[in-house]
């Protein structure tokens, strides 16, 4: 079982950057997939990005191309969501999630999840 903690969130305003981490317990982190997703109120939760296990290839939801880049570091076993040009519709809790693949980032496919982290994009 892996366990994933989040952190890094906060306040920024538009046009501003944050990097999310997403540790994990596991020391294999890297056999692991490591989507992120958010959840705004009253809103599903929906996929931003996925970096694949091992090889690590990354993976976009179209509303963040360009603007969120995920990457690992494996001796810190640690996943990070660098987001820049943040803009007010980021705002939402943004959580971590652990599966053997990306899974097209469908929610329900993750196994293993974080308890999410608050970014609020606000003048």
């Known amino acids: 079982q892996v366990q994933l903690v989040e952190s890094g969130g906060g306040l920024v305003q538009p046009g501003g950057s944050l990097r999310l981490s997403c540790a994990g317990s596991a020391s294999t982190l890297d056999y692991y997939a490591i989507g992120w997703f958010r959840q705004a109120p009253g809103m599903e939760r929906e996929g931003v990005g996925c970096i694949s296990a091992h090889v690590g290839t990354t993976y976009y939801a179209d509303s963040v191309k360009g603007r969120f880049t995920i990457s690992r570091d494996n001796a810190k076993n640690t996943v990070y969501l660098q987001m820049n040009n943040l803009k007010p519709e980021d705002t939402a809790v943004y959580y971590c999630?652990?599966?053997?693949?990306?899974?097209?980032?469908?929610?329900?496919?993750?196994?293993?999840w974080g308890q999410g982290t608050q970014v609020t994009v606000s003048s």
């Open positions: 999630a652990a599966d053997w693949g990306c899974s097209d980032l469908a929610p329900d496919e993750f196994d293993y």
